[in-house]
């Protein structure tokens, strides 16, 4: 496939250019103290240096309220099709990638979901190499090739190779068209090849964080019923701060506000989401609500796409107000299980 | 029980020094204190055993309020525990024993004189910088700080000069800022939940027959959350600022409950969590009660 060595400058002319053909570019932007995905006006003002917005890509093609149809007094229903927003998301790093990878599996599971497959479709994504993993990372856990320089799910892969330069490589088709628009820049060569490898293996040794996952699949799954999940939840408080900052949690609710029905995000760390119409409630402990979760990610999602509904991003973690640590309660869980000797055993 | 004066270090081991001695006498189940994880961050702890008591901490970024916890069924399920307390939150306690929520002798308060605590850049969080309450008021056990024991804080009464900053707002403008705060809500409810006093076992907003607010995160149903969730605090919000610390995109939630602490302070010369044996002035009717507004 074919590269590219482009400064920042260059970089910038890239974003105006993309804005110039239509394109709405979604980079991380200061949003006060906060880095957000947003949308940037200019190439200059997106950042360079950041581990990972607080939010996700997941906010842009499944956000989190929309209008799903609409209807008048007389029971005409008007369906609501989301506008097809030509868009790019710029510095998407390889574990929120992974994490598309992820929804487009849910939302096209038992049928294709037009919402979303709408957005997906008119998505570019550009994404940007980590060189500098977070000590709270563990993206390189999972056996699907998610590692800080992983590109295939993207379109578009950028490398920061000094303080000037960036190594731009063309992953799809569409990266090929991409790349094709640059006109700064100059040909990648094999000593820029060399020094992204480099850059690569550092950043894959400062990830120190790892997990046996199919060990850890199989001890949960046999520990459903230990205590030791009524231990590991006694601090969380059950806000829905992991579940809607997670680029992975995809759940919903769909509610009709006067003439129309939106769909918006829930959180299985709320009461009311399991909540029947009886009144009953099977997780009416908190400790049930956050074991749901720990055990849709590492359980239930892989039993369905073989596959963890995690990308070890560490955003559940870094923004909890109780710092529950999911890595820790998962990764802990067979030593701790065994020691205190009940459940379904190991 | 007053401990004599420490230094920080020797205020840990003085609060590990309680906490072992009230497990080992079965005088409670649990100690809810602080501990350093393995990353360096402060967390809560649940210790309900001696020999874990050692992870026990005490220093500048104990920032969350643990009285939160005492309305949580984790604890509650529990016959008795043990909270370390800085001044601030005992005025949480104060306030759920005044609502009939915590029962004094259920609990075993060990209250930690705190001169500021920091976020992690290392910065004195808000709250502090005004505080009155460097040493709790109500303690079973006092661990003393040498430095609260001899320093006279320089803070009398309390101080709104950040509410009348946006009292002396034009009213649009007034609008449009809190506009711009609702818009970024997210409804995670974060401010609920980490909110010691919030302690409804179904909040309204999770009511749907009448349903009072729509669910869906749009600016209207945002921004009646925001007022709302403080109305409902009037008149019982301590300032504990634990809905500013724990929202996600730092809306400054406490100003709205501020503005509320300073009407109920104007009106009722009253002051949430201080005195147990009091009740808030909007729970109960006097006849001296302000009523310009009827006329």
Redesign the interface.
Known sequence: MAKKVIDDECLNQFVSLLRQRGYTVVAPRAE???IVYGEVETGANFLREYINP?NSPKDFLFP??EELLSFTDDGEVIAVVPEAVKTVLLGVRPCDAMAVQHLDKIFNWDYGDIYYNRRRRNTILIGLACNKPD??CFCTSFGNGLGPHQKENVDLMLTKLDERSYLVEAVSKTGEELLSLIACGAPGRPSHDEKALKLRERAEKMITKRLDVDTTVKVLDNNFDSDYW?DV???C?????CT??CPTCYCF?I?D?GTSR?R??D?CQ???YSKHATGHNPRD???KRYRNRVYHKFVYFKKNFDEVLCVGCGRCKL?C???V?IF?IVAEAEVNIVKLGRGGGV | MRSKAFNREGMASEIRQISRRLLDAGEVETVIGYEV?V?G?V????IDCSEETERLIWGEQCV?NLA??LK???TKERNKVAVISKGCDVRSIIALMQEGQVVREDIVIIGVDCIGQRDEKGDLLLKCTNCRDHRPQLHDFLVVDAEVDVRRFDVEGAEYSDVEELEEMPVEERLGFWKAEAEKC?????C???CPLCYCV?CFT?QNMPQYL?????IQGNFLWLMMRAFDLAGRCTGCM?CD??C???IPLHLVNRKLVKDVDELFGYEAGRNPSERPPLSVFSEEDPDEFIM
């Not at chain 2, 997210?186 to 974060?190: D, G, L, P, S």
């Not at chain 2, 729509?214 to 749009?218: E, F, K, R, V």
Request: charged share 30%.
């Open positions: 006060g103290s906060r607080q989190r309220r000590p709270t009524k939840a006694r601090k408080i059950g806000c829905g701060i809607y900052l609710d509610e506000e939106l918006f995000w959180s709320f009461t009311v402990q908190p400790y923004y107000p109780m710092k640590d820790k | 994880e990353g961050c967390c809560p702890v649940f969350h939160t916890f949580k069924p984790v997210i409804r995670c409810y974060a609920r939940e980490g179904e999770d729509p669910s869906s995160p749009s634990e610390r724990v996600p995109v730092n």
